[in-house]
């Protein structure tokens, strides 16, 4: 094979070009899947502990779809939070107008 920088020729099985230091994306990494799709973050939103454990576990091997799984999760945790604080402030009012009248 050749390297994917300099064009020289490199062995077959090296990860990095002994010439230039250029990693090489081998076959290997063609089928490595870290495109960070947008499902992994819908996984996230809708089962936000499993978002969190792909996030935990991919976070240093795949760190594009580690970061859709977390925000997945994220936005999840935070949008139960902020309906839990919109019917709180709903259930104060209602009650703060019960005993108003
Ligand atoms: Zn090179």
Do not use: H, T
């Not at 230091?21 to 996984?43: H, P, T």
């Not at 996230?44 to 091997?61: E, H, N, Q, T, Y």
């Not at 580690?66 to 402030?89: E, F, H, T």
């Amino acid at each position: 094979m050749y390297c994917r920088n300099c064009g020289k020729e490199i062995p077959n099985d090296s990860r990095i070009c002994p010439f230039c230091g250029k990693e090489q994306n081998n076959s290997v990494d063609a089928n490595y899947d870290d495109s960070g799709s947008v499902g992994w973050a819908i996984l996230g939103f809708f089962i936000p502990l499993a978002g969190l454990i792909l996030f935990l576990v991919w976070k240093d091997s795949k760190p594009n779809c580690a970061k859709k799984a977390g925000v997945g999760a994220l936005i999840s945790v935070l949008a139960s939070i902020i309906i839990s604080i919109v019917y709180v402030i709903c259930l104060v009012g209602m009650i703060g107008a019960g005993s108003a009248m």
